[in-house]
């Protein structure tokens, strides 16, 4: 990555619109963009005007238009990047931003690479690397808590906590390292080593509290995969219909009618759910069931919920028997006891005696009946599994490179703990220092190029 060139990409998502944005930054993106654009207004006093519409042309070099545009010029360093910054309005279609941008190109500057902008944003000191993942983590909100949660860390909430936590470790260190530089005017039997160890506990649990709520701020975030599992014609394909509002699997009288894994998205108290209908678990000898049979045992193992489907209008079987031992250890677990509009013989005490404490919802997906209710019971059993505390309580710890690092600085703080008076005062520092370092690589302050680049490269060309 050359960082003086001057970048550009398509910012707006591909396809048919209203607008489509072009964005340069760099040095040279007014001078570039200058050359192709032809606007009456150019020779006004004081053109161009920062963050003024200039209504114009975008012209090739055989003065031919290739589109009508709007641009605004935004000069450094008061810019996303920190650099002069050009925004190109132009009609959204393929052909028309492509066009524009290669003349763009061929004008003098290069396709910005993935998060390139975002990252020259960090590099320029606008933004740390907590809140450059925020920037990604909005981007790719799939609730309205998501988006939340990535609002505050756009605000620089983690940054401060991150930077509250290091700063006390500075101030810890600052006068065991002046007794290893002065050790003549360090008084050891004087030293308050019980106050040492209660500041070092009182940041463990500083640290610890900046993780709570962290698994389901995650979950919010990349979403909750829950998969219906049950034997043949129990329902489960009626259910997740119902359950998505649209005719999404096919339903049918004939047991076995799915034989591969279905899938739908829909959104249960601000939790995004990826909804996995499964085939029917039973034994078989076709080839094509036992391998939607092997696909739905493997979606039962990686779900985080699992709602079991039991026929109410038959009687309990060895089939059901083995749908009942499906669940693991760990899973969150709805119980659903469906065709509740045909006569009674499978009777809901009976579930509820073999699973005590879990939610047993009766149900009738063909007439939408207890749907409400089965999805009010999904939402309760994530909040058990989650926490119950609400976003704008909880940390914004998203990632699992942020709990990493926050967990290893723990470590280190607790080895700091169980150093003092048993181990010198040098062991003691040193577990802080590693501990302060690990905390800056969350706000990019210790990071490496190598997880710079890996962080970037997630996001898509033109943020």
């Known amino acids: ?62 003065d031919n238009i ?78 309205e808590e998501a988006v939340k949660i990535a609002a505050r860390g756009l605000q620089g909430e983690l940054m401060n906590n991150v930077e509250t936590a290091r700063d006390k470790i500075i101030s810890l260190r600052a006068p065991l390292e002046a007794s290893f530089d002065y050790p ?14 209660q500041q070092l506990r009182e940041l463990k649990g500083f640290l610890n509290k900046m993780l709570s709520g962290a698994e389901k701020n995650r979950a919010y975030q990349e979403g909750v995969s829950v998969a219906i599992i049950g034997k043949p014609n129990v329902g489960k394909s009626s259910l997740l219909n119902a359950m998505l509002q649209q005719q999404r699997a096919i339903v049918h009288e004939v047991p076995g ?23 029917g678990i039973q034994g078989t000898c076709d080839p094509v069931e036992k391998q939607g049979i092997l696909l739905s045992r493997s979606a039962a193992e990686k779900a985080r919920l699992v709602i079991l489907v039991f026929d109410g ?25 469906n065709k509740t509009d045909l006569k009674k013989k499978l009777k809901p005490d009976t579930l509820k005696s073999r699973y005590p404490g879990v939610k047993v919802v009766e149900t009738s997906a063909v007439h939408g009946a207890g749907i409400d209710d089965l999805e009010e019971a999904v939402t309760a059993e994530l909040d058990h599994i989650f926490g119950e505390e609400w976003v704008s309580e909880s940390p914004v710890v ?7 690092a926050i967990g290893e600085a723990i470590e280190n703080i607790d080895r700091a703990i169980q150093a003092v008076k ?9 577990e802080m220092q590693y501990a302060w370092y690990k905390l800056g ?4 302050d210790t990071v490496n190029e190598d997880l710079l680049d890996k962080i970037f490269n997630e996001f898509c060309l033109g943020k």
């Open 257 to 279: 009618t799915t034989r591969d894994i279905l899938e739908g998205y829909m959104n249960l108290g601000g939790y995004p759910i990826r909804l996995v209908d499964t085939a």
């Open 1 to 62: 990555m050359r960082e003086n060139d001057t970048i550009v990409a398509i910012s707006t998502p591909l396809g048919e619109g209203g607008i489509g944005i072009v964005r340069l930054s760099g040095p040279d993106a007014f001078k570039i963009v200058d050359r192709i654009f032809a606007c009456p207004r150019k020779k006004e006093p004081g053109y161009p005007k920062p963050r003024h519409l200039y209504f114009g042309h975008i012209k090739d070099f055989q």
């Open 441 to 444: 690589e969350i706000t990019g």
């Open 66 to 143: 290739i589109d009508e545009v709007l641009v605004s010029f935004m000069p450094a360093p008061k810019t996303y990047t920190r650099e002069d910054i050009v925004e190109v309005n132009c009609h959204s279609g393929i052909f028309a931003l492509r066009s524009v941008q290669n003349m763009i190109f061929e004008t003098g500057a290069r396709t910005a690479e993935p998060g390139e902008f975002t990252k020259r944003a960090f590099l320029n000191g606008r933004i740390d690397l907590s809140q450059a993942e925020a920037v990604l983590n909005m981007i790719r909100a799939r609730s």
């Open 313 to 337: 209008s038959a009687d309990w079987t060895n089939a059901d028997e083995e749908i009942a031992a499906m669940r693991k250890e760990g899973q969150g677990l709805v119980v659903v006891v």
């Open 398 to 404: 998203v990632s699992i490179r942020h709990e990493e």
């Open 422 to 430: 048993e181990q010198p005062l040098e062991i003691v520092s040193l």
């Open 184 to 197: 003549d005017e360090f008084d050891e039997a004087e030293y308050d080593y019980s106050e040492l160890k």
